[in-house]
Structure formats: C-alpha cells, structure tokens
C-alpha cells in the first residue's frame, strides 16, 4: 500500500491508544484546535525550511505537515481519498479556471 493510505491507516488506530503511548493519541486528546493548531506551525516550519534550510530539513519539515494534515483530516472525519479525488476532479483543469471558479462560488 501507499506511503500516505498507510500512515492514514496507522493513524486512525492510534487514535484510541492511551496518550501516554502514542503521539497521535495525545493529539486527539488536546482537541481539534490544537491539532489545528499544530499544523498551522508545521506549515510555518516548512516554509522556514523552503527558505533558508538545506533540501534535508525541507523534506524533514514536509513529512511532519503531511503526518499532522492526515491526523488533522482523521479529526475531522475527513478521509484522504476524498482529497485525492477533490485532487482528481481538478486534474486537467486550468488553475486559472479553477481560482475564477471559486471566486463564483
Ligand atoms: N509520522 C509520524 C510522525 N512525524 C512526526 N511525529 C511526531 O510529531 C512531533 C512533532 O514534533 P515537534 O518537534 O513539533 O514537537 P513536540 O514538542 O514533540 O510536539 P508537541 O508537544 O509540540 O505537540 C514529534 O513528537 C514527532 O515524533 C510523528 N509521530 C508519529 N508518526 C507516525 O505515526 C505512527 C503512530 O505514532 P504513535 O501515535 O506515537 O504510536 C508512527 O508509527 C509513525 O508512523
């Protein structure tokens, strides 16, 4: 299986675990906002590391995002197979069209 599908998978059974065992575990037990939260600081992080870091702390930095988006998704009971078909439906439209699409909507 996929790297992401596997680490989404992983997530949704750590999500019960007791806190003190698992990282994902004491996420969820701190709520969505600090989930939330902790990806608005992993993104700054990796913007960080996009500007002034080497190619290593930007893929460190981008693994971290990744992992906090998919426990924020499992949070919201949101599943990476619905964003990767929001990804498919856009494939092969314009950008463009879809940036005046969503100033329509
Ligand atoms: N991929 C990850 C992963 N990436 C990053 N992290 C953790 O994310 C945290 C982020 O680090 P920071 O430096 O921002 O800060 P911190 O001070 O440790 O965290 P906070 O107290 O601020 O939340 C670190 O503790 C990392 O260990 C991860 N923790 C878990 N996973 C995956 O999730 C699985 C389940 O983990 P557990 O829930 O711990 O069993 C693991 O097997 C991995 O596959």
């Known amino acids: 299986m996929d790297t992401l ?4 998978q ?3 059974a750590r999500r019960g675990a007791a806190p003190g065992t698992s990282y994902v575990a004491s996420l969820h037990a701190r709520g969505l906002p600090a989930i939330a939260q ?3 600081e ?3 992080e990796a913007v960080i590391a996009a500007l002034t870091g080497s190619r ?4 460190g930095e981008a693994a971290d995002l990744l992992f906090h988006l998919l426990v924020m998704l499992g949070a919201r ?7 990767m ?6 494939e092969g439209t314009s950008g463009i069209a879809e940036k005046a699409a969503r100033k329509d909507a």
């Open 10 to 12: 992983t997530i949704a």
């Open 42 to 44: 992993e993104a700054t």
């Open 38 to 40: 902790k990806v608005g």
């Open 5 to 8: 599908p596997r680490l989404e």
């Open 56 to 59: 290593e702390a930007v893929v």
């Open 85 to 90: 078909a929001e990804l498919d439906r856009r």
């Open 77 to 83: 009971d949101v599943s990476l197979a619905h964003v």
